[in-house]
């Protein structure tokens, strides 16, 4: 059975950086495009940054240069790492772990960007 638990979330003051992890088990890791998701309050859930089994990216345009997802394929763990932190990326971080028939979330870690 697939799991995916995220770590690593917290309080950090704007402009400073946060790294989330995403520890995945019950199946191979480089089978699955992995993604981090967020959901503020009120809001709807928003795709933050992807990255596919060949490493290929894609970010949501209000973190580009700013976030970084990476994978190790070999510790079966998804990254994200936040830089330049803004009070509106304050939401529940979720990971995703998907392919064309699969589709599994994490139970999400809180970010909160607040000085």
């Known amino acids: 059975q697939v799991q995916l638990v995220e770590s690593g979330g917290g309080l950090v003051q704007p402009g400073g950086s946060l790294r989330v992890s995403c520890a995945f088990s019950?199946?191979?890791?480089?089978?699955?495009?992995m993604g981090w998701y967020r959901q503020a309050p009120g809001k709807q859930r928003e795709l933050v940054a992807s990255?596919?089994?060949?490493?290929?990216?894609n970010y949501l345009d209000s973190v580009k240069g700013r976030f970084a997802i990476s994978r190790d394929n070999a510790k079966n763990t998804v990254y994200l790492q936040m830089n330049s932190l803004k009070p509106e990326d304050t939401a529940v971080y979720y990971c995703n772990a998907r392919t064309s028939i699969e589709d599994y979330w994490g139970q999400g870690t809180q970010v909160t960007v607040s000085s």
């Open positions: 019950g199946r191979l890791l480089r089978l699955y495009v």
């Open positions: 990255i596919a089994s060949g490493g290929t990216t």
